[in-house]
């Protein structure tokens, strides 16, 4: 089993940048894909992005792609999302998640295991 914790939220001016981390436990933290979701006051959790076990696949959301980029460091057990570029409407809690199997995946039912999420207000 593989229990997600992110960190890194916090307040940014639109414009501005910020990297979220999430630090997984688990033996087998290498052999899975993991993803960033995000749930904005008033809406529905949504994909983000989604990298691959060796982090040699990457997808976003177009609403972030050019924007947002997200990485690993398997040694580290650890997945990140830097966020640049950002806008008011990227205002929400982000959420790491851990599918248990090595390929991306866009959606929220293909993801096994939750972070409880960190908040991001970019503010205007």
């Known amino acids: 089993q593989v229990q997600p914790v992110e960190s890194g939220g916090g307040l940014v001016q639109a414009g501005g940048s910020l990297r979220l981390s999430c630090a997984a436990s688990?033996?087998?933290?290498?052999?899975?894909?993991m993803g960033w979701f995000r749930q904005g006051p008033g809406k529905e959790r949504e994909f983000v992005a989604t990298?691959?076990?060796?982090?040699?696949?990457?997808y976003y959301a177009d609403s972030v792609k050019g924007r947002f980029t997200i990485s690993r460091d398997n040694a580290k057990k650890t997945v990140y999302l830097q966020m640049n570029s950002l806008k008011p409407e990227d205002t929400a809690v982000y959420y790491c998640?851990?599918?248990?199997?090595?390929?991306?995946?866009?959606?929220?039912?293909?993801?096994?295991?939750w972070g409880q999420g960190t908040q991001v207000t970019v503010s205007s």
């Open positions: 688990g033996r087998t933290f290498r052999s899975y894909a």
């Open positions: 998640a851990v599918r248990e199997r090595p390929e991306v995946g866009g959606r929220l039912n293909e993801y096994d295991y």
């Open positions: 990298i691959s076990r060796s982090g040699g696949n990457t």
